[in-house]
C-alpha cells in the first residue's frame, strides 16, 4: 500500500534511495545476524531447551545463506536434515532425559574468564587469518543455476564421488548398527 | 575403469552385510557364523588388497593405489583379525556379537579408506568412518558405568576434534578451490600455500589427526579410553586407528608439502624445515615423547600404563613424520609392523590378566613371571621390545627412525628421543620387577587355553625373530614401501 | 515472479521511476499476502466442509446458519476466537510460549509459495519445488514440540511427544513415495511434474505402472498420518490427551493452530493431486497454459484437491484411532519397506523402459495392462 501512496505523490517528490545493487548484502547482513546471535544464544542461553531452540535460528540463517549463494539444494538439505531432524531428536532427547528444568552454567567454573579470553583469542586469529588471506573468490552468478543434478550426477559418477557416496553409506549403516545397539533395552547376565 | 583396487573394499562390505544377516538370522544361537564370516572377509580383504596391482594413478578419482596405501590396508584388516580373535576369549564380551563385528569391520574399511584416499572428501568420510564405529565399541560394556564414561569422553573429544579438523578442511578447499589432493597441491603451488589462512587451516587438521593418533594435547581421552574399553578393543585403537590416522595424516603432507614453501626460521634450525604442518609436527612429536613418558610414570593400572605408553609411541612416529624423508617414511612404516605385534601382544596379555584376576592392578601381577613362565616371559620381550632394546624388533624400529632423523642433521631431536627411551625403560621395568621380583597378592593361576597362547606365540614371535635375523630384509621392504607416497611406486 | 514483475515493471511507466530491488521486494511481500489470504480462507471453508460432511454422515445438518449453506461460519468462528481472552498458562515458557503457534504455521503455510495452483499461477517456480514442500513441512514438527514443552502441562507434553515421533517417522515413507514419483519425472519442479502429465488420463502419474500407483497410496496414507488426521490423530486424541499439544492455547493462538492443520491439509492434497493425478489437466489433452486457460486448469486442479479433502474427511469418520505402537509399527515395518520397493521396482521400471521401448514408463503401462486385464477376467 505504501508503494502505492508513494506513486501517487510522485517518485520525483520522495527521493528514495536505490538500493537494488546492496540487496544481496542486505539480505546477508540480516541471515549472518540470524545465525550469529542464535549461536550466542545457544551458548549462553541458561536452559538446555532454549539453547536447543535458539539453535534453531542458527540453523535457519545458515540454510538462508546457502540459498543466497545459489546452493538450493543444500540449504533445503540443511533444513530437512538438521531442522527437521536432528534438532528435534536433540529436543526429543532432552525431553525424554527429563533434564528441562537443568539451568546450565551453576555446576561449570564460577569465573568463565579464561575460557572468554582464549575464546576471544581463537576468534582474533581467525579474523586476522581471514582478513589477511586473498581468498579466490567468484562472482555470485546473477541467475542461480540449479545444483540439484550435477550434484546427483557428482555422487554417481565413477571419476568423482561415487565412492565416498558409497562410503557413506557404509557409515550411516554402521552408525544405526551402533546407535541400535547402545539404546536397545540391556539383557545382559 | 578398472575396480580391482576397491576389490577390499568391496569385501569388507559384503562381510558387513553377510555379519549382519547371519546375525539376525541366527538370531544369536550360533555365534560361530558371524564370526567366521568377519574373520574370513577380512583374511578376504588383506589378500586382495596383496594383489592390486600398485601404481600411481587414481582409481575412481578419490583413491590411490600405491604401496603405502596397499600396505596399510593389509596392516588394519591385519589388526581387526586379531582384535576379533583376542575377543573370543576376551575380557567381558565372551562372545562377540554380531553388532561388534560389524563396527568392527567398517571401522576397518574406513581404516583402509583413509590409507588410500586422495580426495579431502573420501578422506573425511573415511575418517568419520573409523571413528564413529570406535566410540560404540569402546562403550560395548554397557554395564560397565566405566565403559560409559570412556565412551562418552571419546564421543566428546572426537566430535570436537572431528568438527575442528572440517573447519580447517573447508579453509583448505575454499583456497584451492578444489577437493582432490593434487589439485590441493597445485594451487597451493600457486601461491595459496603463503596466505595465512593456510597456517590456520594446517594447525586445525592436523589437530584432528592428532586426536586420532593421540598425539599431545589431544591425548586426554587415551587413559581414560583404554582403561574403559575392553583389552581387545583398547589395541585395536592403539594399533589400527593409530595407524589409520597416520596414513591419512601423510596422504595430507605428501600433497601439501611440496609445494609449500618453507616458513621462516626464528629458533635458528631448531625444528626441521618445512611448511606449517612440519612445524606443528616437530613440536607435537616433541611434546608428545615426553609427557607420554612422564605420564606412564605414574600410572598403577596395566591399561592406562600402556595408553600413555601408545602415547608416547606417537611421538616417535610424528618424529618420523615431521623429518619427511625417504627414510623417514621407511622408518615410518617399519616402526608401525613393530607396533603392531609389541602392543597387541600387550594388550593381549592385559586382556587375559584381567579376565582371570578380575583387575588390572599392577600390584596383581606380583609373581605372576614364576607360575606362568611363558606369559613372564612373553611380557617381558614385549616390554623389552616396547622400550627399544635389542635384539628385538621394537629396536629395529626405533634405530631407523632415529637413523631418519640423524641423517637429516637434527641431532638434537634425536638425543631427545634417545632421552626418552630413557625414562621409558624405567616404566616398563617396573611392570618387570612386578612380575619377578614382587610377592604374590594371592595365590591364583591364570587359565590359558590353546587360543591364547597361539594367537600370544603368533604375535610375540616376530618381535623375536625380527630383532635377531631377517630384519635387514624387513628393511629393504619398507625402503620400498615407505616413499611410495612421493610417488612413482 | 521475477519474469512476471520484469514484464509489468516494463509495461507501467511509475514503476520504472522505483528501484528494481524495491519493486522486487514488494512484489514478492504482495505475492506472500495473497497466498496467505487464500490458503486461510480456504482452510475457513475445509473446516465448514469438514463439519458439514462429518455432519451429514452423522445424520445431523451441520452448520448452515451463517451465510450460504453456512459457507460464511468460519468468519463468525473467526470473529469469536479473536475476541476471546488471550491465555497464557503463568508456568508457561512464554517466548517459546508466543513462538510456537508462528512456526508450525510457518511450517504449514511457507511452502504454499512453490506449490503451481496452474501453469504459471505459482509464487516461486523452483527447481527444487518438491525438495522444499518436504523441508518446510518439517519445521512444523520444531514448532509443534515447542508449544508442547512451553506449556508446561502433561497432556501438552505427551501429545507433542506422541506428534513429534509420529510426524519425523512419516516423514521417511512420505519423502520415498514422493522420491518415487521424482524418478519417473526427472526433475524436483512441481510445475515441470505437472505439465509432464498432460494428455490422456493415463498420463497421470498414479497410472505409470503398479509402483507407482501403490506410490500414491502410501504418500497419502503417510501425508494423513504427518497431517496427525484421524485415523493417526492420537497427537491430540481428545478423549485421552484432552488437545494434545495445543491444550493451553486458547484464542487467537489456538486459532492459528488451527488454520495451519487445515492449511497443510489442503497442501498435501494439492501436492498429492500435482504429483500423481495429473496437476491441472482434465485427463484428455487440451491446453490449459494460456493466460485464460490456466485459469481453468487452476479450477480442475482445485476441484481435484478438494475430492482429496473430502478423502480425508470420509476416512476420519471412517476408521477408529490407532494405538501408539501400532502406528509406530505400520510407519516402519508396513510403509516403509513397500515404499522402498516402489523406489526401487520404478528405478527398474525407468530402466527397463527406456533400454527396451526407448519410453520410461512403457514397461510400467504393459505391466498395468496385465494387471487390468488379469483383473477383468
Same mark, same amino acid.
Given at each position: 500500500?505504501?508503494?502505492?501512496?508513494?506513486?501517487?505523490?510522485?517518485?520525483?517528490?520522495?527521493?528514495?534511495?536505490?538500493?537494488?545493487?546492496?540487496?544481496?548484502?542486505?539480505?546477508?547482513?540480516?541471515?549472518?545476524?540470524?545465525?550469529?546471535?542464535?549461536?550466542?544464544?545457544?551458548?549462553?542461553?541458561?536452559?538446555?531447551?532454549?539453547?536447543?531452540?535458539?539453535?534453531?535460528?542458527?540453523?535457519?540463517?545458515?540454510?538462508?545463506?546457502?540459498?543466497?549463494?545459489?546452493?538450493?539444494?543444500?540449504?533445503?538439505?540443511?533444513?530437512?536434515?538438521?531442522?527437521?531432524?536432528?534438532?528435534?531428536?536433540?529436543?526429543?532427547?532432552?525431553?525424554?532425559?527429563?533434564?528441562?528444568?537443568?539451568?546450565?552454567?551453576?555446576?561449570?567454573?564460577?569465573?568463565?574468564?579464561?575460557?572468554?579470553?582464549?575464546?576471544?583469542?581463537?576468534?582474533?586469529?581467525?579474523?586476522?587469518?581471514?582478513?589477511?588471506?586473498?581468498?579466490?573468490?567468484?562472482?555470485?552468478?546473477?541467475?542461480?543455476?540449479?545444483?540439484?543434478?550435477?550434484?546427483?550426477?557428482?555422487?554417481?559418477?565413477?571419476?568423482?564421488?561415487?565412492?565416498?557416496?558409497?562410503?557413506?553409506?557404509?557409515?550411516?549403516?554402521?552408525?544405526?548398527?551402533?546407535?541400535?545397539?547402545?539404546?536397545?533395552?540391556?539383557?545382559?547376565? | 575403469?578398472?575396480?580391482?583396487?576397491? &576389490?577390499?573394499?568391496?569385501?569388507?562390505?559384503?562381510?558387513?552385510?553377510? #555379519?549382519?544377516?547371519?546375525?539376525?538370522?541366527?538370531?544369536?544361537?550360533?555365534?560361530?557364523?558371524?564370526?567366521?564370516?568377519?574373520?574370513?572377509?577380512?583374511?578376504?580383504?588383506?589378500?586382495?588388497?596383496?594383489?592390486?596391482?600398485?601404481?600411481?594413478?587414481?582409481?575412481?578419482?578419490?583413491?590411490?593405489?600405491?604401496?603405502?596405501?596397499?600396505?596399510?590396508?593389509?596392516?588394519?584388516?591385519?589388526?581387526?583379525?586379531?582384535?576379533?580373535?583376542?575377543?573370543?576369549?576376551?575380557?567381558?564380551?565372551?562372545?562377540?556379537?554380531?553388532?561388534?563385528?560389524?563396527?568392527?569391520?567398517?571401522?576397518?574399511?574406513?581404516?583402509?579408506?583413509?590409507?588410500?584416499?586422495?580426495?579431502?572428501?573420501?578422506?573425511?568420510?573415511?575418517?568419520?568412518?573409523?571413528?564413529?564405529?570406535?566410540?560404540?565399541?569402546?562403550?560395548?560394556?554397557?554395564?560397565?558405568?566405566?565403559?560409559?564414561?570412556?565412551?562418552?569422553?571419546?564421543?566428546?573429544?572426537?566430535?570436537?576434534?572431528?568438527?575442528?579438523?572440517?573447519?580447517?578442511?573447508?579453509?583448505?578447499?575454499?583456497?584451492?578451490?578444489?577437493?582432490?589432493?593434487?589439485?590441493?597441491?597445485?594451487?597451493?603451488?600457486?601461491?595459496?600455500?603463503?596466505?595465512?589462512?593456510?597456517?590456520?587451516?594446517?594447525?586445525?587438521?592436523?589437530?584432528?589427526?592428532?586426536?586420532?593418533?593421540?598425539?599431545?594435547?589431544?591425548?586426554?581421552?587415551?587413559?581414560?579410553?583404554?582403561?574403559?574399553?575392553?583389552?581387545?578393543?583398547?589395541?585395536?585403537?592403539?594399533?589400527?586407528?593409530?595407524?589409520?590416522?597416520?596414513?591419512?595424516?601423510?596422504?595430507?603432507?605428501?600433497?601439501?608439502?611440496?609445494?609449500?614453501?618453507?616458513?621462516?626460521?626464528?629458533?635458528?634450525?631448531?625444528?626441521?624445515?618445512?611448511?606449517?604442518?612440519?612445524?606443528?609436527?616437530?613440536?607435537?612429536?616433541?611434546?608428545?615423547?615426553?609427557?607420554?613418558?612422564?605420564?606412564?610414570?605414574?600410572?598403577?593400572?596395566?591399561?592406562?600404563?600402556?595408553?600413555?605408553?601408545?602415547?608416547?609411541?606417537?611421538?616417535?612416529?610424528?618424529?618420523?613424520?615431521?623429518?619427511?624423508?625417504?627414510?623417514?617414511?621407511?622408518?615410518?612404516?617399519?616402526?608401525?609392523?613393530?607396533? &603392531?605385534?609389541?602392543?597387541?601382544?600387550?594388550?593381549?596379555?592385559?586382556?587375559? #590378566?584381567?579376565?582371570?584376576?578380575?583387575?588390572?592392578?599392577?600390584?596383581?601381577?606380583?609373581?605372576?613371571?614364576?607360575?606362568?613362565?611363558?606369559?613372564?616371559?612373553?611380557?617381558?620381550?614385549?616390554?623389552?621390545?616396547?622400550?627399544?632394546?635389542?635384539?628385538?624388533?621394537?629396536?629395529?624400529?626405533?634405530?631407523?627412525?632415529?637413523?631418519?632423523?640423524?641423517?637429516?642433521?637434527?641431532?638434537?631431536?634425536?638425543?631427545?628421543?634417545?632421552?626418552?627411551?630413557?625414562?621409558?625403560?624405567?616404566?616398563?621395568?617396573?611392570?618387570?620387577?612386578?612380575?619377578?621380583?614382587?610377592?604374590?597378592?594371592?595365590?591364583?593361576?591364570?587359565?590359558?587355553?590353546?587360543?591364547?597362547?597361539?594367537?600370544?606365540?603368533?604375535?610375540?614371535?616376530?618381535?623375536?625373530?625380527?630383532?635377531?635375523?631377517?630384519?635387514?630384509?624387513?628393511?629393504?621392504?619398507?625402503?620400498?614401501?615407505?616413499?611410495?607416497?612421493?610417488?612413482?611406486? | 515472479?521475477?519474469?512476471?514483475?520484469?514484464?509489468?515493471?516494463?509495461?507501467?511507466?511509475?514503476?520504472?521511476?522505483?528501484?528494481?530491488?524495491?519493486?522486487?521486494?514488494?512484489?514478492?511481500?504482495?505475492?506472500?499476502?495473497?497466498?496467505?489470504?487464500?490458503?486461510?480462507?480456504?482452510?475457513?471453508?475445509?473446516?465448514?466442509?469438514?463439519?458439514?460432511?462429518?455432519?451429514?454422515?452423522?445424520?445431523?445438518?451441520?452448520?448452515?446458519?451463517?451465510?450460504?449453506?453456512?459457507?460464511?461460519?468460519?468468519?463468525?468462528?473467526?470473529?469469536?476466537?479473536?475476541?476471546?481472552?488471550?491465555?497464557?498458562?503463568?508456568?508457561?515458557?512464554?517466548?517459546?510460549?508466543?513462538?510456537?503457534?508462528?512456526?508450525?504455521?510457518?511450517?504449514?503455510?511457507?511452502?504454499?509459495?512453490?506449490?503451481?495452483?496452474?501453469?504459471?499461477?505459482?509464487?516461486?517456480?523452483?527447481?527444487?519445488?518438491?525438495?522444499?514442500?518436504?523441508?518446510?513441512?518439517?519445521?512444523?514438527?520444531?514448532?509443534?514440540?515447542?508449544?508442547?514443552?512451553?506449556?508446561?502441562?502433561?497432556?501438552?507434553?505427551?501429545?507433542?511427544?506422541?506428534?513429534?515421533?509420529?510426524?519425523?517417522?512419516?516423514?521417511?515413507?512420505?519423502? &520415498?513415495?514422493?522420491?518415487?514419483?521424482?524418478?519417473?519425472?526427472?526433475?524436483?519442479?512441481?510445475?515441470?511434474?505437472?505439465?509432464?502429465?498432460?494428455?490422456?488420463?493415463?498420463?497421470?502419474?498414479?497410472?505409470?505402472?503398479?509402483?507407482?500407483?501403490?506410490?500414491?497410496?502410501?504418500?497419502?496414507?503417510?501425508?494423513?498420518?504427518?497431517?496427525?488426521?484421524?485415523?493417526?490423530?492420537?497427537?491430540?486424541?481428545?478423549?485421552?490427551?484432552?488437545?494434545?499439544?495445543?491444550?493451553?492455547?486458547?484464542?487467537?493462538?489456538?486459532?492459528?493452530?488451527?488454520?495451519?492443520?487445515?492449511?497443510?491439509?489442503?497442501?498435501?492434497?494439492?501436492?498429492?493431486?500435482?504429483?500423481?493425478?495429473?496437476?491441472?489437466?482434465?485427463?484428455?489433452?487440451?491446453?490449459?497454459?494460456?493466460?485464460?486457460?490456466?485459469?481453468?486448469?487452476?479450477?480442475?486442479?482445485?476441484?481435484?484437491?478438494?475430492?482429496?479433502?473430502?478423502?480425508?474427511?470420509?476416512?476420519?469418520?471412517?476408521?477408529?484411532?490407532?494405538?501408539?505402537?501400532?502406528?509406530?509399527?505400520?510407519?516402519?515395518? #508396513?510403509?516403509?519397506?513397500?515404499?522402498?520397493?516402489?523406489? &526401487?521396482?520404478?528405478?527398474?521400471?525407468?530402466?527397463?523402459?527406456?533400454?527396451?521401448?526407448?519410453?520410461?514408463?512403457?514397461?510400467?503401462?504393459?505391466?498395468?495392462?496385465?494387471?487390468?486385464?488379469?483383473?477383468?477376467?
Amino acid at each position: 500500500m505504501s508503494a502505492l501512496a508513494l506513486a501517487a505523490v510522485g517518485p520525483a517528490a520522495l527521493p528514495i534511495p536505490d538500493l537494488t545493487p546492496h540487496l544481496p548484502g542486505i539480505v546477508f547482513g540480516g541471515l549472518a545476524g540470524v545465525s550469529v546471535l542464535g549461536a550466542i544464544g545457544a551458548a549462553t542461553a541458561p536452559r538446555i531447551v532454549h539453547a536447543a531452540f535458539c539453535l534453531l535460528a542458527a540453523l535457519f540463517g545458515v540454510a538462508g545463506l546457502y540459498f543466497l549463494l545459489g546452493a538450493d539444494f543444500v540449504a533445503l538439505g540443511q533444513v530437512i536434515v538438521y531442522v527437521g531432524g536432528i534438532l528435534v531428536l536433540l529436543v526429543f532427547g532432552v525431553l525424554l532425559t527429563g533434564r528441562t528444568q537443568v539451568v546450565l552454567g551453576q555446576e561449570g567454573p564460577r569465573r568463565p574468564t579464561g575460557a572468554i579470553l582464549a575464546g576471544a583469542a581463537v576468534f582474533l586469529g581467525l579474523l586476522l587469518a581471514i582478513g589477511g588471506t586473498r581468498w579466490p573468490a567468484q562472482p555470485r552468478p546473477a541467475d542461480p543455476t540449479p545444483t540439484t543434478a550435477p550434484i546427483g550426477r557428482a555422487f554417481l559418477d565413477p571419476d568423482q564421488f561415487l565412492v565416498p557416496f558409497e562410503v557413506a553409506s557404509v557409515l550411516l549403516l554402521a552408525a544405526l548398527v551402533g546407535a541400535a545397539y547402545l539404546a536397545r533395552r540391556r539383557r545382559e547376565p | 575403469m578398472d575396480l580391482g583396487p576397491l &576389490l577390499p573394499a568391496v569385501l569388507l562390505t559384503l562381510g558387513i552385510l553377510g #555379519v549382519i544377516v547371519t546375525d539376525l538370522l541366527g538370531r544369536g544361537r550360533r555365534p560361530a557364523v558371524p564370526v567366521t564370516l568377519a574373520l574370513a572377509a577380512l583374511a578376504a580383504a588383506a589378500v586382495a588388497a596383496l594383489g592390486i596391482p600398485t601404481g600411481d594413478g587414481l582409481v575412481l578419482g578419490v583413491l590411490r593405489a600405491d604401496a603405502f596405501g596397499v600396505v596399510f590396508a593389509v596392516f588394519c584388516c591385519g589388526v581387526g583379525f586379531v582384535s576379533i580373535l583376542a575377543t573370543l576369549r576376551g575380557e567381558a564380551l565372551r562372545t562377540p556379537g554380531g553388532e561388534f563385528l560389524t563396527l568392527v569391520l567398517s571401522a576397518v574399511l574406513g581404516m583402509v579408506m583413509l590409507a588410500m584416499s586422495a580426495d579431502l572428501v573420501m578422506l573425511y568420510l573415511a575418517f568419520e568412518l573409523v571413528s564413529i564405529p570406535s566410540y560404540v565399541l569402546v562403550g560395548m560394556r554397557r554395564a560397565d558405568p566405566r565403559a560409559n564414561e570412556a565412551s562418552l569422553k571419546y564421543v566428546l573429544f572426537g566430535a570436537v576434534s572431528s568438527g575442528a579438523m572440517l573447519y580447517g578442511l573447508s579453509w583448505i578447499v575454499g583456497l584451492c578451490g578444489t577437493t582432490s589432493l593434487d589439485g590441493l597441491g597445485a594451487a597451493l603451488a600457486n601461491g595459496a600455500a603463503s596466505e595465512p589462512a593456510f597456517v590456520v587451516a594446517s594447525v586445525l587438521v592436523f589437530a584432528g589427526f592428532a586426536f586420532k593418533i593421540s598425539a599431545v594435547p589431544f591425548h586426554f581421552w587415551a587413559p581414560d579410553v583404554y582403561a574403559g574399553a575392553p583389552a581387545a578393543v583398547a589395541g585395536f585403537l592403539a594399533v589400527a586407528s593409530k595407524a589409520a590416522g597416520f596414513a591419512g595424516l601423510v596422504r595430507v603432507v605428501a600433497a601439501t608439502l611440496p609445494s609449500v614453501p618453507a616458513l621462516g626460521d626464528p629458533l635458528g634450525g631448531l625444528l626441521p624445515e618445512g611448511g606449517p604442518l612440519i612445524r606443528a609436527m616437530a613440536v607435537g612429536a616433541l611434546l608428545t615423547m615426553t609427557f607420554g613418558n612422564l605420564g606412564a610414570l605414574r600410572q598403577r593400572e596395566i591399561k592406562r600404563l600402556l595408553a600413555w605408553s601408545s602415547i608416547a609411541h606417537a611421538g616417535y612416529l610424528l618424529l618420523a613424520l615431521c623429518v619427511w624423508s625417504p627414510d623417514a617414511m621407511a622408518a615410518l612404516v617399519l616402526y608401525l609392523v613393530a607396533y &603392531l605385534f609389541m602392543n597387541l601382544a600387550a594388550f593381549l596379555i592385559a586382556g587375559i #590378566v584381567i579376565r582371570e584376576l578380575g583387575t588390572g592392578d599392577l600390584a596383581a601381577l606380583g609373581g605372576l613371571g614364576r607360575r606362568h613362565p611363558g606369559l613372564g616371559l612373553a611380557l617381558a620381550v614385549v616390554l623389552f621390545s616396547l622400550t627399544g632394546l635389542p635384539p628385538f624388533f621394537g629396536f629395529v624400529a626405533k634405530y631407523s627412525v632415529f637413523y631418519a632423523v640423524l641423517a637429516k642433521g637434527y641431532v638434537w631431536l634425536a638425543v631427545i628421543g634417545l632421552v626418552n627411551g630413557v625414562i621409558s625403560l624405567y616404566y616398563y621395568a617396573r611392570v618387570l620387577s612386578f612380575l619377578y621380583l614382587a610377592e604374590p597378592a594371592e595365590e591364583r593361576t591364570l587359565r590359558l587355553g590353546w587360543p591364547d597362547r597361539g594367537l600370544l606365540a603368533a604375535l610375540v614371535l616376530p618381535v623375536v625373530v625380527f630383532g635377531v635375523a631377517f630384519w635387514g630384509d624387513l628393511l629393504e621392504w619398507a625402503r620400498r614401501v615407505g616413499p611410495a607416497v612421493f610417488g612413482g611406486g | 515472479m521475477q519474469q512476471w514483475l520484469d514484464d509489468l515493471i516494463a509495461g507501467t511507466a511509475w514503476l520504472q521511476a522505483l528501484p528494481t530491488g524495491l519493486v522486487y521486494t514488494i512484489g514478492i511481500l504482495v505475492a506472500c499476502k495473497l497466498i496467505l489470504l487464500f490458503s486461510s480462507l480456504l482452510a475457513g471453508e475445509v473446516v465448514w466442509l469438514e463439519r458439514r460432511v462429518s455432519g451429514r454422515m452423522q445424520a445431523r445438518i451441520g452448520p448452515n446458519r451463517v451465510g450460504p449453506q453456512g459457507l460464511l461460519q468460519f468468519l463468525a468462528d473467526g470473529v469469536k476466537l479473536l475476541s476471546k481472552e488471550d491465555v497464557i498458562p503463568a508456568t508457561a515458557d512464554r517466548p517459546v510460549f508466543v513462538l510456537a503457534p508462528i512456526l508450525v504455521y510457518l511450517g504449514a503455510f511457507a511452502a504454499f509459495c512453490v506449490i503451481p495452483f496452474g501453469y504459471g499461477l505459482v509464487a516461486a517456480d523452483m527447481n527444487v519445488g518438491l525438495f522444499l514442500v518436504l523441508a518446510i513441512t518439517s519445521i512444523e514438527v520444531v514448532g509443534v514440540i515447542m508449544a508442547g514443552w512451553a506449556s508446561n502441562s502433561k497432556w501438552a507434553v505427551l501429545g507433542a511427544m506422541r506428534e513429534v515421533a509420529q510426524m519425523i517417522s512419516y516423514e521417511l515413507p512420505l519423502g &520415498l513415495s514422493a522420491l518415487a514419483i521424482a524418478l519417473l519425472a526427472g526433475t524436483l519442479n512441481l510445475t515441470d511434474i505437472a505439465l509432464q502429465q498432460e494428455g490422456w488420463l493415463w498420463n497421470w502419474y498414479v497410472f505409470r505402472g503398479p509402483f507407482a500407483f501403490a506410490a500414491f497410496f502410501l504418500f497419502f496414507t503417510a501425508a494423513l498420518a504427518s497431517l496427525k488426521r484421524a485415523p493417526f490423530d492420537l497427537p491430540e486424541a481428545e478423549s485421552e490427551l484432552v488437545a494434545g499439544f495445543h491444550t493451553e492455547y486458547t484464542g487467537f493462538r489456538f486459532a492459528i493452530f488451527f488454520l495451519a492443520e487445515y492449511s497443510a491439509m489442503i497442501l498435501f492434497s494439492m501436492l498429492a493431486a500435482v504429483l500423481f493425478l495429473g496437476g491441472w489437466s482434465p485427463g484428455f489433452p487440451v491446453d490449459l497454459t494460456g493466460p485464460a486457460a490456466r485459469w481453468i486448469g487452476f479450477g480442475i486442479l482445485f476441484a481435484k484437491t478438494a475430492f482429496l479433502l473430502f478423502v480425508m474427511i470420509w476416512v476420519r469418520w471412517s476408521l477408529p484411532r490407532f494405538r501408539i505402537d501400532k502406528v509406530m509399527y505400520l510407519c516402519y515395518k #508396513v510403509l516403509l519397506p513397500l515404499s522402498v520397493v516402489c523406489v &526401487l521396482g520404478l528405478s527398474l521400471q525407468v530402466l527397463l523402459g527406456e533400454v527396451l521401448w526407448g519410453d520410461q514408463s512403457a514397461f510400467g503401462r504393459w505391466l498395468m495392462g496385465l494387471g487390468v486385464h488379469g483383473g477383468i477376467r
